[in-house]
T-cell receptor
Framework: DTAVSQTPKYLVTQMGNDKSIKCEQNLGHDTMYWYKQDSKKFLKIMFSYNNKELIINETVPNRFSPKSPDKAHLNLHINSLELGDSAVYFC?????????????FGPGTRLTVL | AQKVTQAQTEISVVEKEDVTLDCVYETRDTTYYLFWYKQPPSGELVFLIRRNSFDEQNEISGRYSWNFQKSTSSFNFTITASQVVDSAVYFCALSSRANNDMRFGAGTRLTVKP
């Protein structure tokens, strides 16, 4: 059974389009995250939700909007896609919020904006 | 501010050699946690180890070992008798009780040649 799953795995789209990435975890965790990994492999947190509430909102363009319908799901919607949004996006979850908890990552979604 | 430095961008070894990946961290918090993750060529992020700041015991897991030294703010990772399957990007990460987020180092790309 996949612990943290993301769909789609690959996403190729044109500039200006709107797209969504879905994430689900079946670990029973309370906290979920979105990370962006750029072409140099640098990982940076974007958002974190604890029990459907936003707890981390890093400096990310307003075009990115996370949505958590329940604590097992955290989706990422991106409006008006730009070339610079091309990256790998990782979803992760941890048992609780607060530092120190191990985060378990999904397989990643490679977004390519043409 | 929290920071993780992985000074080695790339390391190349021949199979069966031992290799150490360095990680130096900065934090003002007294309670913090250190992690190592592996990202193989397939792209997923695999959790390897978690250490809290009060436990300086070294850890060994098969061919993997970790050396945590608070005096030098380092949490180094050694692979003994490396194998081709160890080829990956390895990330060191830091979080603290006070913060919800996890800070990653830039990663070290390890290539093990047959």
């Amino acid at each position: 059974d996949t612990a943290v799953s993301q769909t789609p795995k690959y996403l190729v789209t044109q500039m200006g389009n709107d797209k969504s990435i879905k994430c689900e975890q079946n670990l029973g965790h309370d906290t979920m995250y979105w990370y962006k990994q750029d072409s140099k492999k640098f990982l940076k947190i974007m958002f974190s939700y604890n029990n459907k509430e936003l707890i981390i909102n890093e400096t990310v363009p307003n075009r990115f909007s996370p949505k958590s319908p329940d604590k097992a799901h955290l989706n990422l919607h991106i409006n008006s896609l730009e070339l610079g949004d091309s990256a790998v996006y990782f979803c992760a979850s941890s048992p609780l919020a607060g530092g120190g908890h191990t985060q378990y990552f999904g397989p990643g979604t490679r977004l390519t904006v043409l | 501010a929290q920071k993780v430095t992985q000074a080695q961008t790339e390391i190349s070894v021949v199979e069966k050699e031992d290799v150490t990946l360095d990680c130096v961290y900065e934090t003002r918090d007294t309670t913090y946690y250190l992690f190592w993750y592996k990202q193989p060529p397939s792209g997923e992020l695999v959790f390897l180890i978690r250490r809290n700041s009060f436990d300086e015991q070294n850890e060994i897991s098969g061919r993997y070992s970790w050396n945590f030294q608070k005096s030098t703010s380092s949490f180094n990772f050694t692979i003994t008798a490396s194998q081709v399957v160890d080829s990956a990007v390895y990330f060191c990460a830091l979080s603290s009780r006070a913060n919800n987020d996890m800070r990653f180092g830039a990663g070290t790309r390890l290539t093990v040649k047959p």
